[in-house]
């Protein structure tokens, strides 16, 4: 079945802002301090962190809604994508990013503070008011 987690922070940037630099090579580079390559296209393959997350976009709703399979370099070959929807909610101060990361290998559960470390702490400080 695969470890499964959620986890949500608020920034201060608008929904249609996060949704354009999660989609931009550029804007997600420097959104995380590392190397991306993604298209705002359903179906377009993406890197990140310099090639050690790929993946495809499922579905995209503008400014609302990101799903991806989502895998790692330390995943083994015969594991399947694991699934990342991402959740923009206007909040006062900002938007609400809800990461829900599904099907992930049983014994990869370092995925959380993953997301907290290297996408919401460099966020927090790209997103400023």
Do not use: C
Not at 16 to 39: C, F, K, N, R, V
Not at 62 to 86: C, G, H, N, Y
Request: aromatic share 14%; charged share 25%; glycine share 6%.
């Amino acid at each position: 079945m695969g470890y499964s987690f959620e986890v949500a922070e608020v920034f201060a940037a608008s929904p249609e802002e996060i949704y354009h630099a999660w989609l931009d090579s550029y804007e997600h580079s420097q959104m995380t301090g590392s190397p991306a390559q993604i298209t705002p296209r359903e179906g377009a393959e993406f890197t990140a962190w310099d090639g050690y997350i790929s993946g495809k976009n499922l579905e995209l709703h503008p400014s609302t809604r990101i799903v991806q399979a989502w895998r790692t370099t330390e995943f083994k070959e015969s594991d399947p994508d694991s699934r990342l929807e991402v959740l923009l909610e206007p909040v006062d101060g900002g938007t609400r990013v809800t990461l829900r990361h599904s099907n992930l290998p049983d014994d990869d559960a370092q995925y959380l503070q993953g997301w907290l470390d290297y996408y919401f702490a460099p966020m927090k400080e790209f997103f400023v008011a």
